[in-house]
């Protein structure tokens, strides 16, 4: 069983930056591909990044590509998702997602283990 706790969501204006964090426990973390989703309201859950186990990897959806940067710490069992240039549109809830699997994938159902998730909220 793996435990992902998220933080550093909050509200912000159009243009500013946050740095989410995500904390894991109970499974060797260096064996866990992370990714990071989120979820607007009334819409469904989309892929926002994913990174490999060693951190040599990473993937982006479109919509984020340039703007947002994931990577982790394996000494501290810690995955971040550096958003910088937010918009109006980036507000949602953002989900910390484990995955057992060696590749990359951008489909929730990849991911084992899920946060409770951590509210961003970007004014304009």
């Known amino acids: 069983q793996v435990q992902l706790v998220e933080s550093g969501g909050g509200l912000v204006q159009a243009g500013d930056s946050l740095r989410l964090s995500c904390a894991a426990s109970g499974r060797t973390f260096s064996n866990l591909a992370m990714g990071w989703f989120r979820q607007a309201p009334g819409k469904e859950r989309e892929f926002v990044a994913a990174i490999s186990r060693s951190g040599g990897s990473t993937s982006y959806a479109p919509s984020v590509k340039g703007r947002f940067a994931i990577s982790r710490d394996n000494a501290k069992n810690t995955v971040y998702l550096q958003m910088n240039s937010l918009k109006p549109e980036d507000t949602a809830v953002y989900y910390c997602?484990?995955?057992?699997?060696?590749?990359?994938?951008?489909?929730?159902?990849?991911?084992?283990?899920w946060g409770q998730g951590t509210q961003v909220t970007v004014s304009s």
């Open positions: 997602a484990a995955s057992v699997e060696r590749l990359l994938s951008g489909r929730p159902a990849n991911y084992n283990y």
